[in-house]
T-cell receptor, first 110, second 117 residues
Framework: SQKIEQNSEALNIQEGKTATLTCNYT??????LQWYRQDPGRGPVFLLL?????KEKRKERLKVTFDTTLKQSLFHITASQPADSATYLC?????????FGTGTRLTIIP | ETGVTQTPRHLVMGMTNKKSLKCEQH?????MYWYKQSAKKPLELMFV???????ENNSVPSRFSPECPNSSHLFLHLHTLQPEDSALYLC????????????????FGEGSRLTVL
């Protein structure tokens, strides 16, 4: 069955540094992959979508890569700020389903 | 404000109670979803409606009963729940199934935090 793993459950990064979150998937080939941000007690908010034929996508300080050979997506936040602290969810779409990972809780330390 | 409103935000109920969760979207979307989010577990898709018709029921127990009277409103009726049903219930919407999850984003509400005693 298809499986999604997001690197660590929690990640602490110093303010100003680049935060890199990993999403690995197995047993299927997603047509695209979405990333969402979720704050405590709130619903997820869509950030970016990257398709299988796109290597990289950028939006302001966010960058997402999609490596179909490695079956992996990387999510980068450059010049990180304390306001970037949240849980980030990856959601590959494949086999007609959007499946969410458990998320990585990112904390940016001032 | 995401354009998807859920009420109530918090609900505590006993196992014999009957209650309902409500979701309303103001985005002109045609697809609506119920998700369950438990601690340390990924979002679990429960039900999908497209143009008011249920298109997916992910083996959800019958104590959860969805209702979609029109494309803007979605309900989740709850009865004789179990303590393990305590979770954050999230409603989401997208354009429709031909363009929603296939190409676009989900718009989530803030969720209803349910506690079953």
């Amino acid at each position: 069955s298809q499986k999604i793993e997001q690197n660590s459950e929690a990640l602490n990064i110093q303010e100003g540094k680049t935060a890199t979150l990993t999403c690995n998937y197995t047993n299927y080939s997603p047509a695209y992959l979405q990333w969402y941000r979720q704050d405590p007690g709130r619903g997820p908010v869509f950030l970016l979508l990257i398709r299988e034929n796109e290597k990289e996508k950028r939006k302001e300080r966010l960058k997402v890569t999609f490596d179909t050979t490695l079956k992996q997506s990387l999510f980068h936040i450059t010049a990180s700020q304390p306001a970037d602290s949240a849980t980030y969810l990856c959601a590959p779409f494949g086999n007609e389903k959007l499946t969410f990972g458990t998320g990585t809780r990112l904390t940016i330390i001032p | 404000e995401t354009g998807v409103t859920q009420t109530p935000r918090h609900l505590v109920m006993g196992m014999t109670n009957k209650k309902s969760l409500k979701c309303e979207q103001h985005l002109g979307h045609n697809a609506m979803y119920w998700y369950k989010q438990s601690a340390k577990k990924p979002l679990e898709l429960m039900f999908v409606y497209n143009f008011k018709e249920q298109t997916e029921n992910n083996s959800v127990p019958s104590r959860f009963s969805p209702e979609c009277p029109n494309s803007s409103h979605l309900f989740l009726h709850l009865h004789t729940l179990q303590p393990e049903d305590s979770a954050l219930y999230l409603c989401a919407s997208s354009q429709d199934l031909s363009s929603g999850p296939n190409t676009g984003e989900l718009f989530f509400g803030e969720g209803s935090r349910l506690t079953v005693l």
